[in-house]
């Protein structure tokens, strides 16, 4: 399917952006120190690093949202200054971020207008933007407003929207973070077809095996510095990991068998209307999560998994009390606080604005989840030491890195705030835990380390389900996986039976219980 | 050259404190360019404004008079405010608190009732203010109306309601028709701070109230509850917080404290139900409220200036001959002020140079 043959690259060629000795101070530190990249035509560039090594900031440079302090950008040869995004985009740079930029109360279509900057009409514009992403696989109806759609489909549209500009250069910041398998290959085709029309690309991700299958060049960096440039595919992703971070990262600990019999977390025929027009009817979910398992709950996008979530947390209650059973209580018509009192914990899939307040201390978003059952909140009074050292212990257990001591959520790094969020409901040692895209664009580091804290927390009992796209996630540290389709839930398969072939079915829908339960009893009887 | 608004990483303290007076300083500038329009000397004209009340015990006395409505007022403002509801209706239970305490005046007046009428006058005020307040609240939360709207549009109900009662059934007999209760009784009225002053107790529970505050927004689960629902609304939920019950909360608590500012001011300086016993301080009340950035010491200060604008007015009317109006105007555009320089704590302003234009130039 992809197409790894590049025409060999022969010194004569001129890179369509150089980057020379870029770098950046902010104040004595020195975000990039000196870092020369290289783009061609027809070329993936992969740019790796862990969280805080300068990705952001070389990318930002060759964007033109920042000035570098010192160093040169050249565009075809020719010495250029970006003055901004937009002289980069009239050159012909565009840039799909990680963090959206898109206006949640507008459509499809006018996000999409709003980025670009051309004079064409709306109507023509729609129409060109149902054409791109009709062609490159990326369904989108241009009339759905933004805040209906699923991190997956929203990434969509600032994809179609930087194809649209025709950029010689595309710059990918983590796209495949939010996709499925299947989607991320939908993608890998897009990328590839982009290359092949004589795009340069350069990819900036953690996933080491992706950035083999695809990228022709790697760039890695640690610490602001450029560590090496290499061909990715003649690496392997243990020494690529090792530059990265300077060391060999520790592979997550195998689980032993802990699982017992008490199932701690129990969903029992939950059926539960969408409360907006566009969102997914749960219907008939049922499953047991097990006091020391992992349940994971793979699938796409926008197929129930946030109503399922927010069913479980108790912002949104069941139509029945015994819809949703924790540790042995009747929960579904309890509110979110009492479901905490009962030793529930919960992570939602958006760290900003969701799990946490973004212009508010760690302190005051460790009371955020904390006021219900850790004995922040006194009479009525708020136990500022007993905040802040939760958020010390939150900080040094998981090893959280920021600037001082009690920072505003948003000035966190993803990964690094991830951390916090999660930390914070695993240091409450919960009965039960419910987290969404535990590891969403969290770098190789950052993830291992709350891959392992979840596989540790269910090891003391406690029963943790995991909603994620990430399928290699789920087969490292679930037990079980069900798979989410059209607010459904399949039969959970062992992790041995959990096949990516066999999830990709049924993410993508084909006929959801019989032929599972059917591929579970020739398992059982090939047993 | 260029001007952009870019994000700050973390929001200014700094700024945050002198945004205000940044605020207050491009107000006066702009006030002087008025007064100099209007052929007045803009020196002396600031002068009359806001350093002469300063200069003679009376004034100051009426100073705080002035400011312990708007103090009142504004610390209930606040709390909604912060949790992004919208009450701009304090004007309005301001006018029923004083009509609920004053009822309970005008019915024993006369009747040596004895020192237990003050103290259900002020209770009558602030459940009166309350519950005019609940009515927006309740439309918002069950039909989702806008509180903005309801609120405000109460505001001539109330007047309309308060006109009736002193031109109808509470009409003083000995009043020569003026449209005024009786002068209530010394048990209904507010003693006084100094002896022949108008300076009343209601300015030691403005005090007490911007102190409640404080700890209760800096100190508690409650305080942090407001401050989440407006900061982060999706948090707050996932937190727990009912949004709904936060919207009945800020409005009982702000209506509360409008309707006791409402009757302490009756049965205080004004010591009757009149028309016009507010020179609209349920509005300014909202200029103070953002004045103080929303803080209750902030909102101490921020009312004591702009009753300095009231009194300051009054001398300008007698000495430069202008209209009492441009206390209004130099009130809106010192709200105009503070708005915009709230954004300053939140973003910074950068000079980008647009001179390097793009090699092959939109033109």
């Not at chain 1, 990918?172 to 290959?185: F, G, I, M």
Request: net charge neutral.
């Amino acid at each position: 399917m992809l197409n790894p043959i590049s025409a060999p690259r022969t010194s004569a060629d001129v890179p369509l952006l150089q980057a020379i000795g870029i770098t950046k101070l902010y104040g004595t530190f020195k975000a990039n120190d000196a870092i020369d990249l290289d783009l061609y035509p027809r070329e993936i560039h992969a740019l790796l690093g862990e969280n805080g090594a300068g990705k952001s900031t070389l990318v930002k440079a060759m964007y033109g949202l920042i000035q570098p302090s010192a160093g040169e950008l050249r565009w075809m040869g020719e010495k250029i200054e970006l003055t901004g995004p937009s002289d980069a985009r009239a050159r012909g740079i565009a840039m799909v971020f990680q963090h959206f930029s898109l206006f949640d109360n507008l459509t499809v279509a006018e996000n999409v207008a709003l980025g670009l900057d051309g004079k064409e009409s709306f109507a023509a514009m729609s129409a060109r933007l149902a054409q791109f992403s009709q062609d490159y696989g990326l369904p989108l109806d241009p009339k759905r407003e933004v805040w209906r759609l699923s991190v997956g489909e929203r990434q969509r549209i600032e994809i179609v929207r930087a194809l649209m500009q025709n950029p010689k250069l595309l710059i990918l910041d983590e796209p495949t973070a939010v996709l499925t398998p299947q989607e991320a290959d939908q993608l890998f085709v897009v990328l590839d077809r982009l290359r092949s029309e004589g795009k340069a690309l350069l990819y900036i991700s953690h996933k080491l095996d992706e950035v083999k299958r695809l990228c022709d060049t790697a760039t890695i960096l640690r610490a602001g510095k450029k560590v090496a440039t290499c061909n990715p595919r003649q690496e392997t992703a243990a020494s690529l990991a090792r530059m990265m971070v300077g060391a060999d990262i520790g592979e997550v600990k195998a689980t032993t068998v802990h699982a017992t019999t008490v199932p701690r977390l129990v969903i029992r025929d939950l059926s539960l209307e969408p409360d907006d027009p566009h969102g997914v009817r749960l219907q008939n979910i049922s499953v047991e999560v097990l006091g020391g398992e992992i349940l994971g709950i793979a699938g796409v996008a926008g197929n129930g998994q946030d109503e399922l979530f927010a069913a479980l947390s108790g912002e949104r209650f069941s139509p029945a009390e015994g819809n949703i059973v924790i540790d042995g209580e009747a929960a579904g018509l309890l509110s979110v606080t009492a479901r905490r009192k009962l030793g529930a914990a919960f992570v939602p899939e958006e760290r900003l604005g969701h799990g946490t307040a973004p212009r508010m201390r760690l302190s005051e978003n460790a009371l955020l989840t904390g006021h219900a059952a850790s004995g922040m909140v006194k009479r009525g009074f708020i136990d500022r030491p007993a905040t802040l050292s939760m958020v010390d212990r939150t900080t040094k257990t998981f090893d959280v890195r920021k600037a001082k001591r009690d920072p505003e959520a948003v000035s966190l790094s993803g990964g690094n705030l991830q951390k916090f969020v999660v930390g914070r409901e695993i240091l409450r040692e919960p009965i039960v835990l419910v987290v969404s895209q535990p590891t969403w664009g969290v770098d190789a580091g950052a993830a291992a380390v709350i891959r392992q804290a979840l596989i540790d927390l269910s090891s003391r009992g406690t029963a943790v389900l995991v909603i994620s796209q990430d399928l290699d996630e789920l087969a490292e540290i679930a037990d079980r996986i069900a798979v989410m389709f059209h607010g459904r839930l399949s039969e959970p398969l062992p992790r041995a039976q959990a096949t990516r072939e066999k999830l990709g079915l049924l993410m993508g829908g084909a006929s959801a219980s019989q032929p599972s339960a059917q591929i579970e009893r020739s398992h059982a009887v090939g047993a | 050259m260029q001007l952009v608004l870019e994000r700050r990483a973390e929001r200014s303290a700094f700024i945050a404190i002198a945004s205000p007076l940044i605020a207050i300083a491009l107000t006066l500038v702009t006030m002087a360019a008025l007064f100099a329009l209007l052929g007045k000397n803009p020196l002396y004209a600031l002068y009359v404004y806001f350093i002469q009340p300063l200069t003679d015990s009376y004034t100051l006395q009426e100073i705080a008079v002035k400011a312990t409505p708007l103090v009142m007022i504004g610390v209930g403002l606040s709390l909604c405010y912060i949790a992004n509801v919208w009450n701009i209706g304090a004007e309005g239970q301001f006018t029923i608190g004083a009509v609920c305490g004053s009822w309970l005046a005008v019915h024993t007046n006369g009747s040596g009732a004895g020192y237990w009428v003050l103290p259900a006058m002020l209770l009558l005020g602030a459940v009166g203010g309350a519950l005019y307040a609940l009515i927006p609240a309740l439309c918002k939360v069950r039909f989702g109306a806008s509180e903005i709207l309801t609120s405000l549009m109460l505001v001539y109900v109330a007047d309309l309601f308060m006109d009736y009662l002193v031109r109808g059934p509470w009409r003083d007999p000995h009043g020569l028709n003026f449209p005024t209760t009786a002068d209530f009784d010394p048990v209904a009225t507010v003693p006084t701070l100094i002896e022949g002053s108008r300076l009343h107790a209601g300015a030691i529970g403005a005090l007490i109230f911007v102190m409640l505050a404080t700890v209760m927004l800096g100190r508690t689960i409650k305080g942090f509850e407001i401050r989440v629902v407006g900061a982060a609304p999706r948090a707050a939920r996932f937190s727990g917080f009912n949004s709904n019950q936060l919207v009945i909360f800020t409005f009982l608590v702000s209506g509360a404290l409008a309707g006791l500012a409402g009757i302490i001011e009756v049965a205080g300086p004004i010591g009757h139900l009149q028309p016009g016993i507010s020179p609209g301080y349920g509005f300014t009340a909202i200029i103070v409220a953002f004045l103080g950035r929303l803080n209750p010491v902030g909102i101490l200060i921020a009312g004591l200036f702009l009753a300095l604008t009231f009194i300051g007015g009054e001398g300008a009317q007698i000495s430069l001959k202008v209209p009492l109006d441009l206390t209004k105007v130099f009130q809106g555009i010192l709200l105009f002020y503070v708005l915009a320089c709230d954004s300053l704590i939140v973003y910074r302003i950068r000079l980008i140079s647009t001179l390097r234009k793009p090699a092959h130039g939109i033109a």
